[in-house]
């Protein structure tokens, strides 16, 4: 799997060459499923679910850049669905685009639906992650961002598929506690490696490699 984890979205030009490029086609010849889960657990957050759905984020763009098809996968659904109904869909996916909202709240629902266990398998498909979508890759977000709690407990563990965690929306002006400081403070309690990123900056991940994309303002806390 190829991922690449912004914090606003495919919303500059840098951010959209990254895409193509972990691709590997235009985008009008792939084909795309949205997880607008993470959403929910937010305050108006299915209002918000409803608008990257339908691609009415021009902020933060993602379902609306001209994919050759798009499809709803809400995780909540598929542990009453059997695996054979959504799991070929998934792999036939040019690529996933997943939501910003809760990343515990993705976490969980990650795990219940059994998306997180097929992630190994999906070698050919693309993670594009906004905002929680992001974090949910990471091995821990930090009690910073720690929202809603799972009914089963629990830290602030993620899937950990980097070996990074992320801080978004850094300097965001709707978000005025989201800056440096708070970065550097949230940083230092965290064991691994971190970047802190603006909604201009991306990361993609290609195997091992590691590459900051960025028309914007990022740091990485060693």
């Given amino acids: 799997m190829r991922l690449l984890l912004t914090s606003g979205g495919v919303r500059n030009q840098s951010i959209h060459?990254?895409?193509?490029?972990?691709?590997?086609?235009?985008?009008?010849?792939?084909?795309?499923?949205?997880?607008?889960?993470?959403?929910?657990?937010?305050?108006?957050g299915f209002g918000r679910a409803w608008n990257f759905v339908a691609g009415q984020e021009s902020e933060c763009p993602m379902t609306e850049l001209g994919w050759k098809s798009v499809g709803v996968l809400e995780l909540s659904v598929l542990p009453s669905l059997g695996p054979e109904r959504w799991q070929p869909v998934v792999?036939?996916?040019?690529?996933?685009?997943?939501?910003?909202?809760?990343?515990?709240?993705?976490?969980?629902?990650m795990r219940e639906s059994g998306l997180a266990a097929l992630l190994p398998a999906l070698d050919d498909t693309v993670w594009v992650g906004l905002s929680a979508g992001s974090m949910i890759m990471t091995p821990r977000i930090g009690e910073d961002f720690v929202g809603?709690?799972?009914?089963?407990?629990?830290?602030?563990?993620?899937?950990?598929?980097?070996?990074?965690?992320?801080?978004?929306?850094?300097?965001?002006?709707?978000?005025?506690?989201?800056?440096?400081?708070?970065?550097?403070?949230?940083?230092?309690?965290?064991?691994?490696?971190?970047?802190?990123?603006?909604?201009d900056t991306a990361i993609k991940v290609v195997g091992d490699t590691v590459e900051v994309i960025s028309e914007g303002n990022w740091t990485l806390f060693e």
């Fill in 17 to 44: 060459d990254a895409l193509l490029d972990v691709l590997g086609k235009p985008i009008a010849g792939a084909t795309a499923l949205c997880i607008p889960t993470a959403g929910y657990a937010n305050p108006g």
């Fill in 148 to 199: 809603w709690r799972p009914p089963t407990g629990g830290d602030d563990s993620t899937l950990g598929l980097v070996d990074f965690s992320i801080f978004p929306h850094l300097d965001h002006p709707a978000l005025p506690e989201n800056h440096m400081g708070a970065a550097e403070k949230w940083a230092a309690t965290l064991p691994n490696p971190s970047y802190a990123i603006d909604d």
């Fill in 91 to 109: 792999r036939e996916a040019d690529v996933l685009l997943v939501n910003g909202g809760d990343p515990l709240f993705l976490h969980y629902w």
